[in-house]
């Protein structure tokens, strides 16, 4: 049996070509095989097609079809975020530049724990994340240390970072404990239980925001000394995409000494805008900032970030390990990557962020930003003037709320698994007002009017009458 060939390497370009025509062909048979945004047939039927085509998991001996065969049933079993009618979570279409740097990122396979493993990516997330973290603290007028930012898996991992940094920010002095709206992200509460930190306090948000009155009792009431609370926003809420008042939160942060985290997972993205960017007037404020690129900024799965104003609170995630930053080969400059990350091995997800905005720079990023949003407003204009649905409200940035005028939950429900199971369409929920709501987030560019339109009808000959 001949040794496998390499991605990398002299032999790795020659290797990969008939690969990737086979990977691109399978693709293209997947989506014709599905025929629509997601697999019919529900859960048990994609099972099924996946069991019949994997066969036995591990042979005896291995299958020359296998590439093909396994990719092809992947793609025939796929949500495709590329697909009009596929618009239910904050899971985005990736753009094809930024595809094609991932690819590059696994053929050389950089690993961001040392820097003899990851010489020209190490210096590459440096730039690339300080530029970001300049982006966001762009309107800082106040003194302050040098931004930076960490790349983490997503906005889950990156709030968990906020509360851990805001947690050693308090050192000997004590705990922290997590004051958010009731529309923040789950992600939240589970971190501040991960940490071992106290029951998150929860603020009313009634009109899906964090009321700033709420906030203020909030913050006067509760005991402990200045600087043992810890604020989180939220800059595009996962059901509506509402952004909380920011600069409001800001100063009551600064009156009651309470350190403020902005979750922006979705919202951020709004910075490439120059029409939208002033909706996050306050963002600066902020002592931490999350940001998800595989929202609005089109990046293949993972590609969050932990923006922080001051680079000086990173020096708590410093870790030595002797193999990995020995202190002779720091001394003798030799980066140290241990502190930029929880995780020991990582791969260079800031390859196709760097690649996207060389590529596409702030006009082209914000253009789509721009685009998705007007795509919100227009589907919002067809469901306002149809007598036969709801609309919740008028969009923020690219989510849209509607329901069947008249229906019961229980048909709200319904109406959207059963178009799940049909593979016609992706809705979202949302419970929002004491009521079920069905969810559109707009995140793909190429999404036109009839498609628009075309979602709508479905919605409607799949209600009850």
């Known amino acids: 049996m001949s040794t496998p060939p390499l991605a990398s390497g002299p032999e790795g370009p020659g290797a990969l070509r008939p690969l990737l025509d ?12 599905r025929g629509g945004p997601l697999p019919a047939g529900g859960p048990e039927a994609v099972a099924r097609h996946v069991r019949d085509a994997v066969g036995e998991v591990l042979p005896r001996e291995g299958r020359e079809d296998a590439l093909r065969v396994l990719v092809r049933a992947l793609a025939a079993g796929a949500a495709d975020p590329a697909d009009p009618l596929c ?12 595809v094609a740097a991932d690819l590059a990122a696994a053929v050389l396979n950089p690993s961001l724990d040392s820097w003899d493993q990851a010489p020209a990516a190490s210096a590459l997330e440096a730039l690339v994340a300080a530029a970001l973290a300049a982006e966001v603290y762009a309107g800082a007028d106040e003194p302050q240390g040098r931004a930076d930012a960490l790349v983490t898996t997503g906005g889950t991992e990156s709030n968990q970072l906020a509360l851990l940094l805001a947690r050693e920010a ?21 971190a501040a239980w991960l940490l071992g930190l106290p029951e998150p306090v929860v603020v009313p948000a009634p009109a899906g925001t964090m009321d700033p009155a709420a906030l203020d009792e909030a913050l006067t009431e509760l005991p402990g000394p200045r600087g043992s609370l810890l604020v989180a926003a939220t800059a595009g809420t996962t059901d509506a995409g509402l952004l909380d008042p920011l600069a409001d939160i800001a100063d009551l942060c600064a009156a009651h000494g309470a350190r403020l985290h902005i979750d922006a997972a979705y919202g951020g993205g709004l910075l490439f805008s120059d029409r939208h960017r002033a909706r996050l007037d306050g963002l600066h404020r902020a002592d931490t900032v999350t940001l998800d690129l595989h929202k609005l900024g089109w990046q293949p799965v993972a590609a969050g970030l932990l923006a922080v104003r001051n680079a000086s609170d990173l020096a708590v995630l410093q870790h030595s390990a002797d193999y990995l930053n020995a202190d002779d080969d720091t001394e003798a400059g030799l980066p140290d990557l241990l502190g930029r990350s929880l995780r020991t091995t990582r791969r260079p997800d800031i390859l196709k962020i760097a690649v ?44 849209v709320l509607f329901r069947p005028a008249g229906a019961p939950d229980a048909a709200v429900a319904a109406v959207r698994r059963t178009l799940l199971h049909e593979g016609r369409t992706v809705l979202g929920r949302a419970a929002l007002d004491g009521r079920l709501w069905l969810k559109v ?3 793909n560019p190429h999404t036109r009017p009839g498609d628009l339109a075309t979602l709508l009808k479905l919605v409607e000959g799949h209600t009850p009458r």
């Not at 618009?87 to 930024?98: E, R, Y």
């Not at 308090?170 to 589970?190: D, E, Y």
């Open 170 to 190: 308090r050192g000997a002095r004590g705990g922290v404990r997590l004051v958010c709206g009731a529309n923040a992200h789950h992600s939240l509460h589970r």
């Open 22 to 33: 086979t990977v691109l062909d399978a693709l293209g048979e997947g989506a014709a095989a």
């Open 356 to 399: 996207t905005l060389a590529a596409l720079g702030r006009a082209g990023l914000g253009a789509l930003v721009d685009q998705v949003c007007a795509q919100a407003a227009e589907l919002a204009d067809l469901i306002a003037a149809h007598p036969g649905f709801e609309l919740y409200d008028r969009p923020v940035i690219s989510t």
């Open 441 to 443: 987030t707009l995140l």
């Open 87 to 98: 618009a239910a979570h904050l899971h985005c279409p990736p753009l094809a530049v930024a």
